[in-house]
């Protein structure tokens, strides 16, 4: 079985370090591989365009004086096609000004190191953090996430950067509530994703870790106020509202999100429809962390499942969020045993390995060449599946609270 293969990697700390040595290698070189790709072509290259690209046009423009105008969609599209010849991809800007001011000073480096320093410093910080947080199932963890870190790799997106904050969040909890809440209030950049972490420190009241967090927001928002003047907030808005009616439209590639939307617009559902269907699992998903409360299951454990079901409250997740489901992976793994067969640990693990293989096959020249609006989203489906047996196992099985858990919610702290 699955289960079987991936959980004997574990088996003795000579067979982990040479699975870690692999896998870090592979991810090493993706990296590599992909710096030369920008030393070679830049950001534009046989009509590919990765996602970048936007991070660092948007840096550029900040120092240019209008930042906001990247909030219009119309107008960032002309702005990448400035620098493309033509070429772009469908990249509205919709991310907080927060995220704006982390990006400015990339626009002093070329593109290649602004990638490298970028790319290369959020996958160290995530391969620290999801370690510590793994301890010795690190080695399986990273065989089940390889296509989801490499996917990220890839595009150059910031999910090993949400990964590692999550991460950070769940290292901290309760015994280090300050860097909790400023791991925590880091997530502005996506709030969407720190849902059902923020719904277990407001349940288990990690008071200030909250506090804590909203001040970074607060002193953050101010920052941004100052650095790029009160309009920025307007455009921001904008730009949200003009997403969501992209979403509605199904202009984004919904094969490539991870979200219940995506799965259901594609199959068909309007999007009134696919709307509600996301409220719904998203629902769910928030109910699998109070499940995990209300029966007084390790901290640890529950914290590692609202990690795990923070890519599927939101319609708008991609699968290179992945990386943050995998540090709830890490903190869920040592009970599974306890309270699953073989065989439902092993459909656990392919379908998180699915969900990241599959954006992997999506960014391929072989599967772009196909017809987008007949692409299902898998990943998302298998999110769903992956869901409805989190819910089957925390109702059927409740785990006993360790005395030595009490207080530490993480694994690594125990």
């Known amino acids: 079985m699955l289960a079987e293969t991936l959980e004997s990697v574990r ?11 692999v896998v870090v290698a592979a991810l090493a070189a993706i990296l590599a591989l992909k710096i030369y790709w920008f030393v070679r072509w830049g950001f534009w290259h046989d009509h590919q365009v990765p996602d970048f690209a936007a991070f660092h046009l948007v840096a550029q423009r900040i120092w240019l004086g209008d930042l906001d105008l990247t909030y219009q969609f119309a107008v960032f599209m002309k702005m990448q096609a400035s620098l493309s010849g033509g070429a772009t991809g469908f990249m509205p800007w919709t991310y907080p000004p927060q995220f704006d001011l982390l990006l400015a000073p990339l626009a002093f480096l070329p593109t290649w190191a602004a990638y490298a320093l970028f790319t290369g410093t959020t996958l160290a910080a995530y391969l620290i953090t999801l370690r510590k947080l793994a301890g010795d199932y690190f080695a399986q963890v990273l065989v089940i996430l390889f296509p989801a870190i490499a996917i990220t790799i890839g595009c150059g997106q910031n999910g090993l950067l949400t990964g590692a904050l999550i991460g950070l969040v769940c290292v901290h909890a309760e015994r280090r509530q300050v860097l909790a809440g400023l791991a925590l209030g880091a997530m502005v950049i996506k709030p969407h994703l720190a ?18 967090a909203a001040a970074v927001v607060l ?21 949200i509202r003009e997403s969501a009616s992209f979403l509605e439209q199904g202009s984004y590639p919904l094969f490539r999100m991870i979200s219940s939307y995506a799965v259901l617009y594609n199959s068909g559902v309007p999007a009134s429809g696919a709307f ?12 699998a962390v109070a499940l995990g409360i209300v029966r007084r299951m390790p901290p640890s454990f529950t914290l590692g499942v609202a990690a795990l079901v923070s890519v599927m409250i939101s319609p708008y997740a991609y699968d290179y969020d992945l990386p943050i489901a995998g540090i709830g992976l890490a903190l869920v793994l040592p009970y599974l045993p306890k309270v699953t067969s073989p065989r439902e640990r092993s459909m656990m693990y392919a379908l998180v390995m699915l969900a990241g293989a599959y954006g992997l096959l999506q960014s391929t020249s072989l599967a772009s060449s196909f017809d987008e609006h ?7 489906a298998a999110l769903m599946v992956l869901l409805a047996m989190l819910l089957r196992m925390m109702w059927r099985d409740a785990l006993p609270v360790a005395a030595a858990e009490l207080g530490a919610p993480a694994r690594a702290l125990e």
């Open 11 to 21: 088996s003795s700390p000579s067979k982990r370090t040479l699975y870690v040595r």
């Open 195 to 212: 849902v059902a972490i923020s719904l277990y420190l407001l349940a288990t009241r990690q008071w200030a870790t909250i506090a804590v």
């Open 219 to 239: 002193v953050s928002a101010l920052a941004c106020t100052l650095a790029f003047g009160p309009q920025i907030w307007l455009a921001w808005l904008g730009a």
């Open 276 to 287: 509600w269907g996301q409220v719904a699992i998203a629902g769910l998903a928030l109910v």
């Open 374 to 380: 007949f692409k299902p989203a898998i990943a998302g």
